[in-house]
């Protein structure tokens, strides 16, 4: 068990729809990231937040958003889902500054399936 | 930004035998190169690390080496397992600036009894 915590752990849905996936990170953890990994493929890196503001982004699309609130807690927003947007979308998280030790926890992922 | 090529994408190779699964990244400011081992419908997990100030470093039956001028790194996997069957990603960041880790593409690696 890594400490962190994503739901659903799984999702199916339509195209069009939208979809909202939560994620808390480990206790003391201040930076949440969001990746996504399509069937067979790499992980693609979509957003990191640290303390509740953005820090990085990579190649999100636009009609993904995400946010992380006061309590550390993540949000990654999906909407206008498209066939290919089926994937499994993992967050973790790490402590950066002075504790950093540079590895990233990560939970199990949230599989999203869009039919 | 960071890019991150990783060869093979997949290795086949027998119990006892050596697997080596290398990368190069575009970034000379990067200075943390993790690994990470995903086995089928599970996380990521980091399995070695190295910095850039390090040249190689050994955890009982994996190895990574890094060579900076040439901007790669490799993973070494000595007297295979089946249980070392599995998906390794390398990975790269810059420390400093929030570690966002940029991955290589995946080696799926097979252990054959």
């Known amino acids: 068990d890594s400490g962190v915590t994503q739901t659903p752990k799984h999702l199916i849905t339509a195209t069009g729809q939208r979809v909202t996936l939560r994620c808390s990170p480990r206790s003391g953890d201040l930076s949440v990231y969001w990746y996504q990994q399509s069937l067979d493929q790499g992980l693609q890196f979509l957003i990191q937040?640290?303390?509740?503001?953005?820090?990085a982004k990579g190649n999100i699309l636009e009609r993904f958003s995400a946010q992380q609130f006061p309590d550390l807690h993540s949000e990654l927003n999906l909407s206008s889902l498209e066939l290919g947007d089926s994937a499994l979308y993992f967050c973790a998280s790490s402590r950066p500054g002075g504790a950093n030790t540079g590895e990233l926890f990560f939970g199990e992922g949230s599989r999203l399936t869009v039919l | 930004g960071e890019n991150v090529e990783q060869h093979p994408s997949t290795l086949s190779v027998q119990e006892g035998d050596s697997a080596v699964i290398k990368c190069t990244y575009s970034?000379?400011?990067?200075?943390?190169f993790p690994w990470y081992k995903q086995e089928l419908g599970k996380r990521p997990q980091l399995i070695i690390d190295i910095r850039s100030n390090v040249g190689e470093k050994k955890d009982q039956r994996i190895a990574v080496t890094l060579n900076k001028t040439a901007k790669h790194f490799s993973l070494h996997i000595t007297e295979t397992q089946p249980e070392d069957s599995a998906v390794y990603f390398c990975?790269?960041?810059?420390?400093?600036?929030?570690?966002?880790?940029?991955f290589g593409g995946g080696t799926r690696v097979l252990v054959k009894p």
């Open positions: 970034d000379s400011a990067s200075n943390y």
């Open positions: 990975a790269a960041s810059i420390l400093a600036a929030g570690n966002k880790l940029t």
């Open positions: 937040y640290y303390n509740g503001e953005e820090r």
